[in-house]
């Protein structure tokens, strides 16, 4: 949930995305951390970007990029765009992550395409997931997919993720629970804060 994705003037504005639909979520997203936080539950927080030479760049993502209208590194109103530092690279007030939280800044789409975030949750002793964040049909499916390739359970938070189409967003969230829930379920954020209530109430 970055400024590039989620502000005006970041990234997906740039490529002409509906910001106002990347916002969506963040009610929902704010209920999980509050409830997270108070039940002891390990947050971990996202961010797409690259170096600042962009020597981790694809040359195949910086097309994609330039073709979209929005071409990584280049200059904007919140800094250079998916750029690691820039003003833009850093995550929403409305979703600061605490001093204890970690912070995975990865140069792809899923998270955990080099990045340590498989490291720190196996040593956390972590085996199910709960996903939220932009956008749906990216960078949180590739995320999930990663994951459940991992041996992760996976929950997919629906309200919780955002999509400058709808059609794709009903189209990641169906995916997920094809086949009797291949790539894991889909709850909406009421659902898992029952869940896990109930869960702190057998503990």
Not at 16 to 45: E, N, T
Not at 48 to 71: F, I, M, N, V, W
Not at 73 to 99: C, F, K, S, T
């Amino acid at each position: 949930m970055q400024r590039d994705f989620c502000a005006p003037g970041g990234y997906a504005d740039q490529a002409g995305l509906q910001i106002d639909r990347l916002r969506a979520p963040i009610p929902a997203i704010s209920r999980l951390l509050d409830s997270a936080r108070a039940l002891g539950l390990l947050v971990v927080h996202t961010r797409e970007g690259h170096r600042p030479d962009l020597t981790d760049l694809h040359d195949s993502k910086r097309r994609r990029a330039e073709h979209a209208g929005a071409p990584i590194g280049a200059r904007g109103p919140l800094g250079r765009l998916l750029v690691r530092g820039e003003y833009g690279h850093d995550l929403i007030d409305e979703l600061r992550p605490l001093a204890n939280e970690p912070v995975i800044d990865k140069p792809g789409y899923s998270a955990f395409a080099y990045t340590d975030l498989d490291l720190l949750l196996r040593r956390q002793g972590i085996g199910h997931l709960v996903l939220c964040g932009v956008t749906t049909e990216v960078c949180v499916s590739s995320t999930l997919r990663a994951a459940v390739e991992l041996g992760y359970a996976c929950t997919l938070v629906s309200d919780a993720c955002g999509s400058p189409s709808a059609e794709l967003h009903a189209a990641a969230l169906a995916m997920v629970e094809v086949e009797g829930g291949l790539f894991g379920r889909v709850l909406d954020s009421r659902s898992v804060l029952a869940e896990w209530e109930e869960n702190a109430c057998l503990a």
